[in-house]
Nanobody
């Protein structure tokens, strides 16, 4: 298990940008694959982006490709989600997740540790 704390959420106008951060507690952070998920009101949690332990492999949901970028800094034990060209439909609580494996994954069931979430609200 690893403790995760997200930050960077907020209110932004459509077309704007936000950068989410997720700080991890464990020194072995570099051995974890990481992911971002989101959940809008009344909807199921959905995959947004994932990154391998090294940062060399990434994956994105079709809805965010070309607009969002996931990255990580293993020295700082932090993973980021840069969100550009935000749309109203990106409004959700965004969750950071860690997988105790170096390999990338896109299903929530593959992640064992979760942060508390950070709210992102995009006004139209």
């Amino acid at each position: 298990q690893v403790q995760l704390v997200e930050s960077g959420g907020g209110l932004v106008q459509a077309g704007g940008s936000l950068r989410l951060s997720c700080a991890a507690s464990r020194r072995t952070f570099s051995s974890y694959a990481m992911g971002w998920f989101r959940q809008a009101p009344g909807k199921e949690r959905e995959f947004v982006a994932a990154i391998s332990w090294s940062g060399g492999v990434t994956s994105y949901a079709d809805s965010v490709k070309g607009r969002f970028t996931i990255s990580r800094d293993n020295a700082k034990r932090t993973v980021y989600l840069q969100m550009n060209s935000l749309k109203f439909e990106d409004t959700a609580v965004y969750y950071c997740a860690a997988r105790s494996s170096s390999g990338i994954a896109t299903k929530s069931a593959d992640f064992g540790s979760w942060g508390q979430g950070t709210q992102v609200t995009v006004s139209s």
